[in-house]
């Protein structure tokens, strides 16, 4: 039976020790992704919050640096963003250095005790070493709690299109828009959210940015918008909006205006990506929108099954705008850097599936850390169930029903799952958002995570499980018995 280091992912990123949630601060600098994330380092349950820090070459593989910023006499260090201050608009810069800067939420846990309001307030801090080492602003808060008990989470994002700073912050409900010059001046623009959207919770940590559509000059904006509860499949979850922005204003696109709360614009569907931003700073000749969450849900993140670390973040993906009829979608992929980790590989085409069938097993590759492709052509009216199994009788099932149109993770039988009754009480389900005959899928596979991304990701669910022993065979099957998978592509995933 595995536990702790057995259940450490392969690749997907995780503290060396303790707690870890929400991404935050991300961006890009000479050759570097930078990573910080929500951490308590003196224990594996949620605490008084630091921001802990990573840096990579390829958003794949993470080398963890020392704590960038330590909570102090105001309070944790809640989640935020991070921007590279090119023109020095801030005035940080010194002797030609760029500086850094990043916007936090302090979190007054006095003034929470105390059953005060007033308790979350943003504040700053800047590297002058592209961040390393960060210089809290003497003049912080840089904006003070109007009144709002839940406000959090500043996102700033360079709006070249209006040459301004634009920062969301999320209350309760709503998201807050507010304009900069400078990053420490701060004009409350509008709100969005009220009566539009899934309220089953608290929204939290937003993002916002401009994408093209397409292949087109058309630019819309995206705004990211997560939840806690009230996920597509409980819980924590993050749903998103598409819309324009006439630098004050965010005005969602007709299809989205009478958005209730069961819409199906989620970046993932799985119970388990969370508070997932984008990186700033990408050079705009590359012109990707880089995105990555927290691979876990507040309904039982703190009781997960390990021990000394605990939670890990999704692979990094990439997004894209697209427009379909009259209505603008998000798809997202695995980041093409990952498929320069790719070794050996197994390739089959028109194979032939008549029952429960095996395509892949741990002798050809093994499959915790692995990248699955397939195509089934002609979709028939039945279910078509794909199962990782182990010797020790788990089983985690996933695939999807063509005759609902719904695509589903059943992680019931995957293992440990007794320490959270919200863990694997329900079938995870997920729209199918693409209308193609052909189905295809791409499949991430770590020791403790699947990542599944249908229809050129149009449709994405993402599950962590905790197996007794490794998975060593996948197969699938459907209920009406025999099909063709016309393509099946699969990698052994070499980290070292
Ligand atoms: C989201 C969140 C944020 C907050 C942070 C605290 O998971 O609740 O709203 O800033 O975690 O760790």
Not at 459 to 464: G, K, L, N, P
Request: proline share 4%; hydrophobic share 30%.
């Amino acid at each position: 039976v595995q536990n702790d280091e057995d259940f450490r992912p392969n690749f997907h990123f995780t503290p060396k020790k303790n707690w870890m949630n929400d991404p935050n601060g991300m961006f890009y600098f000479n050759g570097y992704f930078h990573l910080y994330f929500q951490h308590y380092p003196d224990d594996n349950v949620w605490g008084p919050m630091h921001w802990g820090h990573a840096i990579s070459t390829d958003m794949v593989t993470w080398k963890e640096q020392p704590i960038a910023i330590y909570p102090d006499e105001k309070g944790y260090i809640f989640s935020g963003s991070a921007v590279v201050d090119k023109n020095n608009t801030s005035g940080f810069g010194k002797d030609g250095k760029t500086p850094v800067i990043a916007m936090f939420t302090y979190h007054d846990p006095e003034g929470e005790k105390n059953d005060e309001i007033d308790y979350q307030s943003q504040a700053i801090a800047y590297s002058l070493d592209e961040g390393q080492t960060w210089t809290k602003y003497k003049a912080n808060p840089v904006i003070e709690n109007p009144g709002i008990k839940d406000f959090r989470d500043p996102k700033i994002t360079w709006d070249g299109i209006h040459q301004q700073w634009v920062m969301v912050l999320a209350t309760y409900e709503k998201t807050l828009f507010y304009t900069s010059e400078n990053l420490k001046n701060w004009t409350r623009q509008s709100d969005f959210g009220e009566g539009i959207g899934a309220h089953g919770g608290v929204w939290e940590c937003p993002d916002f940015f401009p994408m093209y559509v397409g292949d087109t000059e058309e630019v819309k904006w995206v705004l990211i918008q997560s939840l806690n509860p009230g996920g597509y499949n409980g819980g924590s979850g993050t749903q998103y909006f598409i819309g324009d922005f006439d630098g004050k204003t965010f005005t969602p696109v007709e299809k989205m205006k009478n958005l209730g709360e069961d819409h199906s614009y989620w970046l993932d569907f799985g119970k388990d990506n969370y508070a997932g931003v984008t990186w700033a700073n990408i050079p705009e000749e590359n012109g990707r929108t880089l995105f990555m969450g927290w691979m876990s849900n507040w309904q039982y993140a703190q009781e997960v099954p390990t021990e000394t670390w605990r939670s890990a973040m999704t692979i990094a993906r990439e997004l894209k705008l697209e427009k379909i009829d009259d209505n603008y979608i998000i798809s997202s992929t695995p980041v093409n850097e990952l498929k320069s980790y790719r070794s050996k590989n197994y390739k089959d085409r028109n194979v032939e599936i008549d029952g429960n069938t095996k395509i892949i097993d741990s002798a050809k590759i093994d499959l915790t850390s692995a990248e699955i492709r397939f195509k089934i052509s002609s979709l028939q009216d039945t279910k078509y169930q794909f199962k990782l199994s182990n010797s020790f009788g788990d089983e985690l099932l996933f695939g999807y029903d063509h005759s609902t149109q719904e695509f589903f993770i059943d992680r019931s039988k995957a293992g440990q799952i007794d320490f959270s009754e919200d863990f694997a009480n329900k079938v995870s389900t997920a729209p199918r958002i693409s209308n193609s005959e052909d189905l295809s899928g791409i499949i991430i596979l770590d020791k403790t995570s699947i990542e599944l991304f249908y229809d050129e990701g149009k449709t994405v669910m993402t599950e962590i499980f905790f197996p007794n022993q490794p998975w060593e065979t996948l197969s699938i099957n459907s209920e009406e018995g025999s099909f063709t998978m016309s393509e099946i592509e699969a990698y052994q995933l070499k980290f070292n």
